[in-house]
């Protein structure tokens, strides 16, 4: 299912061409879309309501898209699929290094990624194609990743919220024990939101 809002509160259904449930979205403009989702789903729109398939390559389910430009984007997903594309509907596949699900990814810079996923599983990458595992500070699984030019933020399992400014990821404390599926920055504020309606907020 596809849903888009003009920003007045009203949402209306757009044709996926796709019975697949999808699990991510992203997008480099109004005019440069990109959904993702289970069986290798990969869909790009130019804006016009329209959703065409692009061949991703793998079957795996596929769980977050997220570029620091359009012409450079990056899926990630099961069994630690990682895909990138120069935004010509081509999708290469990278080594992970590891096999669990990777939920969130999200970049300070095109040189500076990271990737989120299950056992407590941070990936970094300098954008030349090559990921390593940064120091784990959980064992729980976790969900998404946001970044600005400074700071990195990670949500997931258990309340989990890990921030770095640039050094060692640290744990915040927690404000809540429920699921934390998505993060987000606005200002100088952190919002995080999960299950049972949860919403918290940070600094």
Known sequence: MLL????????????????????????????????????GTI???????????????????LAAVWGSS???VYVVGASGAILHSTGD???????SGVAVWLNGIAGRTPCDLWIAGAGGTVLRSTGDGRWTAAPRNTFYTLTAVVAGPRDVWIAGYGGTVLH????????????????LLGIAVAGTSVFATGTASTIVRGR
Do not use: C
């Open 43 to 61: 869909l790009h729109s130019t804006g016009n309501g329209q959703w065409t398939a692009q061949m991703s390559g793998t079957t795996q389910a």
């Open 89 to 95: 509907g081509k999708w290469s596949p990278q080594t």
């Open 4 to 39: 888009r809002s003009t920003g007045n509160g009203n949402w209306t259904l757009e044709p996926s061409g796709t019975q697949m449930t999808l699990q991510g979205m992203w997008g480099s403009s109004p005019g440069d879309l990109y959904a993702v989702g289970v069986g």
């Open 164 to 179: 770095s400014a640039g050094g060692p990821f640290t744990a915040e404390p927690p404000a809540t024990s429920e699921i």
């Open 70 to 72: 359009a012409m450079d």
